[in-house]
């Protein structure tokens, strides 16, 4: 049986903030169906999508659910496994139905015909590249630390030279990295001129301006709803040890709320988690924004208001 107003959650099948959201989804007796399509669609799921001059249609089952992918309500593009294939394919078959379903199931999924979505996976992506979020924050009014994002050693010294408050570097993107074959993290951390050898030509490498912050804010944004919580912490990267740090809720001043709600609409998102140090003479300094960041590890209440505003965004559906 068909379900027209459902919302669909893509997720994977360990993501337990995704099931805040779906608990309250089922309170308000919102239809939901949680797909992972990464996996899923190796199991027991089928997804297929037709396209003529006068129409498009869709089908999306699972082990208990059909869904007409026409009308959906909204699309919450949440933890979704990665495409790598069936896992009894290997090498090169492997790869090829892994690439297949990126630009199929992916391509299908991302293009629902008036489905809302919190945030759509398109601008996600767009959002992840750091040099776009440091323009975007500067037209939309933010602090940000002074950069430098460069593959040349020479330039990189140079910047770190000049630099009083000292200078951090920070990945571009968060790769998988190994060290004794064991996961290992980078974290930003604070370098000095001579650390930085000629293997800076290798790739691009960002490196900031260290701010002399008495704490850090994490704000999160649902629409134009704001949501900050103050974060204590020894480290210089609060992730690193996060058993170490305090969390207590905080205001977001008005200007940071007005610029928040403008870098949210340049970049075409209604979710965003936005990083800020803050320093001795009360100013605000925009670090990242992570389109996709987590939230429910923050405090009970702060985490209960981000969950609901979540729900109110894909109960309401898209604009009509």
């Keep these: 049986m068909g379900d027209s107003r459902s919302v669909l959650v893509l997720t994977n099948s360990y993501d337990v903030t995704a099931d805040v959201v779906l608990r309250i989804l089922a309170q308000r007796r919102i239809p939901a169906v949680r797909l992972d399509p ?4 190796h199991a027991d799921a089928s997804l297929t999508a037709t396209y ?3 129409e498009q249609r869709g089908t999306l089952r699972t082990a208990s659910r059909k869904l007409d992918t026409t009308r959906i309500r909204s699309v919450w593009v949440r933890r979704p496994s990665p495409y790598e294939g069936p896992s009894g394919l290997s090498g090169q078959d492997r790869r090829f139905a892994a690439v297949q379903a990126l630009w199929g199931t992916g391509g299908i999924l991302a293009s629902l015909p008036d489905a809302y979505y919190v945030n759509h996976p398109w601008n996600n992506r767009a959002a992840e590249f750091k040099p776009a979020q440091l323009s975007v924050a500067r037209r939309c009014g933010f ?9 040349d050693p020479g330039e990189a010294r140079k910047f770190a030279t000049h630099q009083p408050c000292g200078v951090v570097y920070k990945p571009l993107w968060n790769t998988p990295y190994r060290v004794n074959d064991q996961p290992h993290g980078v974290w930003v951390r604070e370098v000095h001129a001579a650390e930085i050898t000629d293997s800076v030509s290798v790739c691009p490498h960002m490196f900031q301006t260290r701010v002399d912050k008495v704490f850090d804010v994490r704000v999160t944004a649902v629409g134009g709803r704001v949501f900050g919580v103050r974060i204590d912490s020894p480290d210089l990267d609060w992730r690193h040890r996060q058993n170490l ?3 207590t809720p905080i205001e977001v001043p008005r200007s940071m709320a007005r610029a928040i709600v403008a870098y949210l609409a340049e970049l075409r998102l209604t979710y965003g988690a936005f990083d800020f140090a803050v320093t001795t003479a009360g100013d605000w300094y925009l670090l990242e924004c992570n ?3 987590q939230w429910a590890w923050q405090p009970a209440e702060t985490t209960a208001a981000v969950a609901h505003a979540i729900a109110d965004q ?3 559906g898209p604009d009509t």
């Excluded at 990464?38 to 669609?41: E, M, N």
């Excluded at 602090?143 to 460069?150: E, G, R, S």
């Design 38 to 41: 990464g996996a899923d669609l």
């Design 52 to 54: 003529r001059t006068s």
């Design 245 to 247: 740090m305090t969390c």
């Design 314 to 316: 894909l109960e309401k």
């Design 143 to 151: 602090l940000v630390p002074d950069t430098v994002i460069t593959n």
């Design 291 to 293: 389109p996709n960041g």
